[in-house]
């Protein structure tokens, strides 16, 4: 294994956990929204929502950027 598989497997992997991190986030605040509000699945369905579509965003960004950088 040389030093751009690793540079490369760790691009890849924090882009992951980027898009983990905004699907939990985003969930967490719409659990405890639900919480002080006492509406029970709507703000977490809502939350993970919104990190899924804010994650694959963010992976589109990512992604551009490294292609970029790759190509140079």
Do not use: C, H, T, W
Request: avoid cysteine; glycine fraction near 12%; aromatic fraction near 14%.
């Amino acid at each position: 294994m040389d030093n751009k598989d690793l540079k490369n497997g760790i691009k890849y992997a924090s882009l992951g956990i980027e898009f983990a991190s905004m699907i939990l986030g985003l969930g967490l605040v719409g659990y405890y929204v639900d919480k002080k509000l006492g509406s029970a699945p709507l703000f977490l369905i809502v939350g993970i929502f919104f990190g899924f579509i804010s994650g694959i965003y963010r992976l589109y960004k990512i992604s551009k950027i490294i292609s970029k950088n790759d190509k140079n």
